[in-house]
């Protein structure tokens, strides 16, 4: 029986893409294509994730790529124009299992340095009772490593905890572990998977 919701954060509360800061930044698509690609691609940006900082990880992209100072810079400094929409329909879903004291959590693959502007973008991050932060932890999804940190914080067995996330990867690593587990790859199928759960 499910006790608890665990709910990924980027792209399944609110969107966040590093292309919506390039977009505006940078009007040459194949200026653009290259930073998202090479410059400041997301392989060097799980290290933030992971509990590197800013600071120390651009160091290096620094030196190898100088002509691109501003970019690399605005990784940090603008890393809030990243972020889009909340999602309405989880959004929605989170107040509903807060109005039936629904234990709320989530875990998320977030640089600590950034995660209280983000979470500073809607009130239902303080609904949840725990959010456990891979930049703070330092060890990223799908790292089991981080599953057992969760589960030491929640003080529930896998199979009571119900976790949706956006990337198959970290679904299929926690279904392993015995949570309950729904892939987000589409709004509107939450909750009638939260349904089927039987928690709504």
């Given at each position: 029986?499910v006790?608890?919701?665990?709910?990924?954060?980027g792209?399944?509360?609110?969107?966040?893409?590093?292309a919506?800061?390039?977009n505006?930044?940078?009007?040459?698509?194949?200026?653009?294509?290259?930073?998202?690609?090479?410059?400041?691609?997301?392989?060097?940006?799980?290290?933030?994730?992971?509990g590197?900082?800013?600071a120390?990880?651009r160091k290096?992209?620094?030196?190898t790529y100088?002509?691109?100072?501003?970019e690399?810079?605005?990784?940090d400094?603008?890393f809030?124009?990243?972020?889009?929409e909340?999602v309405?329909?989880?959004?929605?879903?989170?107040?509903?299992?807060?109005?039936?004291s629904?234990?709320?959590?989530?875990?998320?693959?977030?640089?600590?340095?950034?995660?209280?502007?983000?979470?500073?973008?809607?009130?239902?991050?303080?609904?949840?009772?725990d959010?456990?932060?891979?930049?703070?932890?330092k060890v990223?999804k799908?790292?089991?490593a981080?599953?057992?940190?969760?589960?030491?914080?929640?003080?529930l067995?896998?199979?009571?905890?119900f976790?949706?996330?956006?990337?198959a990867?970290n679904?299929?690593?926690a279904?392993?572990?015995?949570?309950?587990?729904?892939l987000?790859?589409d709004?509107k199928?939450?909750?009638?998977a939260?349904?089927a759960?039987?928690v709504?």
């Amino acid at each position: 029986m499910v006790k608890a919701v665990l709910f990924d954060v980027g792209n399944v509360i609110i969107t966040w893409h590093a292309a919506n800061l390039y977009n505006a930044m940078i009007a040459d698509p194949v200026r653009r294509a290259f930073v998202l690609e090479t410059v400041v691609p997301m392989s060097w940006h799980a290290a933030h994730d992971a509990g590197v900082t800013f600071a120390e990880n651009r160091k290096e992209r620094l030196l190898t790529y100088p002509s691109y100072k501003a970019e690399i810079l605005a990784f940090d400094e603008r890393f809030e124009e990243m972020l889009g929409e909340l999602v309405a329909e989880t959004v929605a879903i989170i107040e509903e299992l807060h109005k039936n004291s629904v234990p709320l959590y989530a875990l998320t693959n977030m640089p600590a340095e950034k995660s209280a502007m983000v979470f500073s973008k809607s009130p239902v991050f303080g609904y949840f009772r725990d959010i456990i932060v891979s930049g703070v932890e330092k060890v990223i999804k799908p790292d089991p490593a981080i599953y057992d940190i969760t589960l030491r914080r929640l003080g529930l067995p896998p199979e009571e905890i119900f976790f949706t996330d956006d990337n198959a990867a970290n679904i299929d690593v926690a279904k392993s572990i015995g949570f309950v587990t729904h892939l987000f790859d589409d709004p509107k199928t939450l909750r009638p998977a939260l349904a089927a759960a039987g928690v709504l």
